[in-house]
């Protein structure tokens, strides 16, 4: 945890597998794993069960928070969909449709996993998009997957290098995928966060069988960090739902830790005293700015109802705004994505 600005920001890992489904290791032996990789939080989907949750292995490990949720599918193998916090798992017959509704109406934390997969080079490993975007009730989507992203980069020709080096291998949430989140949050809050997809499973590669993403690796990636008014709770209900409202409200960003640490990020619009943050609401005012501040010198582009306004290199950002609308920002370390914010929105 890192205090910025009067915030608490919590760095974790979103989107992991145990021996429960298709990971390779247990729900100890994961907790124990993120807490030496330096994780404040953990969410765990294992595909269309609960059976950890079940178990009583929720809790807090340590200094990490471990929640347990499941990854649904629906019968064509499509649409997954991250649950947190739904009574059971839903049937498995269910269209998209009913399972988003019947999560949002059971109070339940949703987000739409790798929702822009097109790879179509590995047999075994076919696309899972996301397609059905009529569904009403999510609460946000994973715009870069860790697992995903390198599927879609693997070609016959760079397998062994990208193999050896899976992290270097990492660019940035595709165009196509930043442009839906996008869109989405113009109607409404949609939080974007970057997912892991840990399962550290043995990949044939020519003569060689590689585990690809070892867990340790994969948290060393990519992470998403929620910002809090106030610590995470001692108690395990508390905190929890400190982690989901964090979610729901949007008030977060993620980065690929390859490229840098994260600490002392903030973004945040400011009038006055008036001051919005990742996530927030501000009115437009004559003297209204944009700023940010990052932890070292980058590429910084800013974001406005999904259309590049403004680019500078640097750490610190002070720009002046004069119209309504969803303001993001983007870091850049060459032409590597490094830090993606959640949209402030100034309303008239």
């Given at each position: 945890m890192i205090e910025v600005a009067g915030k608490y920001h919590y760095s974790g890992a979103i989107h992991m597998h145990t021996t429960e489904s298709d990971g390779t290791v247990s729900l100890e032996q994961l907790?124990?794993?993120?807490?030496?990789?330096?994780?404040?939080?953990?969410?765990?989907?294992?595909?269309?069960?609960?059976?950890?949750?079940?178990?009583?292995?929720?809790?807090?490990?340590?200094?990490?928070?471990?929640?347990?949720?499941?990854?649904?599918?629906?019968?064509?193998?499509?649409?997954?969909?991250?649950?947190?916090?739904?009574?059971?798992?839903?049937?498995?017959?269910?269209?998209?449709?009913?399972?988003?509704?019947?999560?949002?109406?059971?109070?339940?934390?949703?987000?739409?996993?790798?929702?822009?997969?097109?790879?179509?080079?590995?047999?075994?490993?076919?696309?899972?998009?996301?397609?059905?975007?009529?569904?009403?009730?999510?609460?946000?989507?994973?715009?870069?997957?860790?697992?995903?992203?390198?599927?879609?980069?693997?070609?016959?020709?760079?397998?062994?290098?990208?193999?050896?080096?899976?992290?270097?291998?990492?660019?940035?949430?595709?165009?196509?995928?930043?442009?839906?989140?996008?869109?989405?949050?113009?109607?409404?809050?949609?939080?974007?966060?970057?997912?892991?997809?840990?399962?550290?499973?043995?990949?044939?590669?020519?003569?060689?069988?590689?585990?690809?993403?070892?867990?340790?690796?994969?948290?060393?990636?990519?992470?998403?960090?929620?910002?809090?008014?106030?610590p995470f709770a001692g108690d395990f209900a508390t905190a929890s739902a400190q982690l989901y409202d964090g979610l729901r409200n949007c008030r977060a960003y993620c980065a690929n830790l390859r490229w840098g640490e994260t600490d002392g990020f903030d973004f945040w619009a400011q009038s006055g005293t008036a001051r919005a943050g990742m996530g927030e609401s501000i009115r437009l005012t004559p003297d209204l700015r944009l700023h940010a501040l990052l932890p070292a010198k980058a590429r910084m582009v800013v974001v406005h109802n999904g259309l590049p306004m403004h680019e500078q290199t640097g750490r610190d950002l002070n720009l002046p705004i004069s119209k309504p609308g969803i303001y993001r920002i983007e870091a850049w370390r060459g032409r590597r994505g490094w830090i993606f914010a959640n949209h402030i929105r100034v309303n008239q």
């Open positions: 907790a124990a794993i993120g807490q030496e990789s330096g994780l404040d939080f953990m969410m765990v989907t294992d595909h269309m069960n609960l059976n950890n949750r079940a178990a009583g292995k929720e809790g807090i490990y340590g200094k990490t928070l471990v929640v347990i949720g499941y990854e649904h599918n629906d019968t064509a193998d499509i649409h997954h969909y991250l649950i947190f916090g739904s009574p059971s798992v839903y049937p498995h017959t269910m269209t998209p449709k009913e399972y988003v509704a019947a999560a949002a109406k059971d109070g339940a934390l949703g987000i739409i996993a790798h929702p822009d997969e097109i790879r179509n080079r590995m047999r075994n490993y076919p696309p899972y998009p996301w397609k059905d975007w009529d569904a009403v009730g999510f609460n946000g989507i994973e715009i870069w997957n860790q697992m995903s992203e390198w599927m879609e980069r693997l070609t016959p020709y760079n397998k062994l290098v990208m193999a050896f080096s899976p992290r270097k291998s990492m660019v940035a949430p595709t165009d196509r995928v930043r442009a839906k989140w996008d869109e989405l949050s113009l109607d409404g809050k949609c939080v974007g966060i970057a997912a892991v997809d840990a399962h550290a499973f043995p990949i044939p590669l020519g003569p060689f069988i590689v585990r690809i993403f070892p867990y340790k690796v994969h948290f060393k990636s990519l992470r998403s960090t929620i910002i809090l008014d106030q």
